[in-house]
């Protein structure tokens, strides 16, 4: 594993839990069926009331869409100015000595998200809880109730690195480049374009499909072996240092994808923030099927 820090058991965490320097935050978000008429694939939903329901004791709870991303536009979970994450990362304790832990209710993919985000401001002391409270709750391990207790306000200087996100014009051009792995990282039919939940079916042509699902033990929710992974990018031609740009439907699934391909030793590694959610909705753009 090439970065051990950024991967935390439930054991370790137990183990750290209450030190001064640890924040560690629920990242839940919900996605549920769509109001008839409102042209959005999904209605978001935040994970506080799961979190007030019960949450690892002293945890913050962090809201993706609300605070964290950007609010301007249609599309949900977009990447906002870093002068907005400064702050909101700050609101919740979270400066630059700090020692984070990440961690969501049903899927690992919020908290690979916030885990790729503060990577690409200049943050590497963020570790992803493997198996997320699925996980710690399997275990039996206790929990809290009740509105988060908070973290005190601290002081978040971000050092933005560039190519940790994409605008759709450098995708249409990765389509045209066999130096370039593109990769989708939805399940099957969506790949194929048999489910159509973003205005038209299918997917950027030209990419491959390495479904996030199967980076993931099902009845755990950790992480399969690196082996394991390894030779499922390695069947869909990812391998040395070839550039991958991941993409799935609103560039949160894929951060699972580019975490464990980090892991495998992959640096150049981009997210495609707008992804199915944009493209399927431009016309101008190509879409593939089948």
């Known amino acids: 594993m090439r970065d051990p820090q950024a991967l935390i058991t439930t054991e ?3 183990a750290i839990l209450g030190q001064p320097d640890v924040r560690v935050y629920d990242c839940t978000t919900h996605l549920e069926p769509p109001a008839p008429g409102s042209g959005q694939p999904y209605t978001v939903v935040s994970g506080r009331r799961t979190f007030e329901d019960g949450h690892i004791p002293g945890a913050d709870f962090v809201d993706l869409q609300e605070e964290f991303s950007d609010t301007a536009t249609r599309l949900r979970f977009m990447m906002p100015a870093a ?3 400064e702050a909101a990362f700050g609101r919740h304790g979270l400066g630059n000595g700090a020692r984070v832990v990440l961690y969501s209710l049903g899927s690992m993919m919020w908290a690979t998200r916030f885990w790729w985000m503060l990577r690409s401001l200049g943050f590497d002391n963020a570790a992803v809880l493997d198996g997320g409270l699925d996980a710690w709750k399997a275990e039996g391990r206790p929990l809290e109730r009740g509105a988060a207790r908070g973290y005190p306000p601290a002081t978040f200087h971000a050092r933005p690195r560039p190519g940790f996100f994409v ?3 450098a995708v249409l051009a990765a389509t045209k480049d066999p130096g370039t792995v593109v990769v989708n990282a939805l399940g099957p039919q969506a790949f194929r374009g048999e489910e159509n939940r973003y205005g038209r079916p299918g997917r950027v042509p030209a990419s491959v499909n390495v479904p996030w699902t199967t980076l993931v033990n099902p009845k755990t929710k950790t992480f399969k072996p690196l082996a394991e992974a390894r030779a499922a990018f390695e069947a869909q031609g990812i391998s040395g240092g070839k550039p991958v740009i991941a993409y799935c439907g609103g560039g949160i699934s894929a ?3 580019l975490f464990v391909l980090h892991q495998l030793g992959h640096d150049r590694l981009t997210l495609y923030d707008g992804s199915m959610g944009e493209w399927a909705m431009d016309p101008t753009l190509p879409i593939e099927t089948g």
């Open 255 to 257: 951060t699972v994808d």
């Open 83 to 85: 002068a907005q994450l």
């Open 12 to 14: 370790r965490l137990a």
């Open 167 to 169: 605008a759709k014009q």
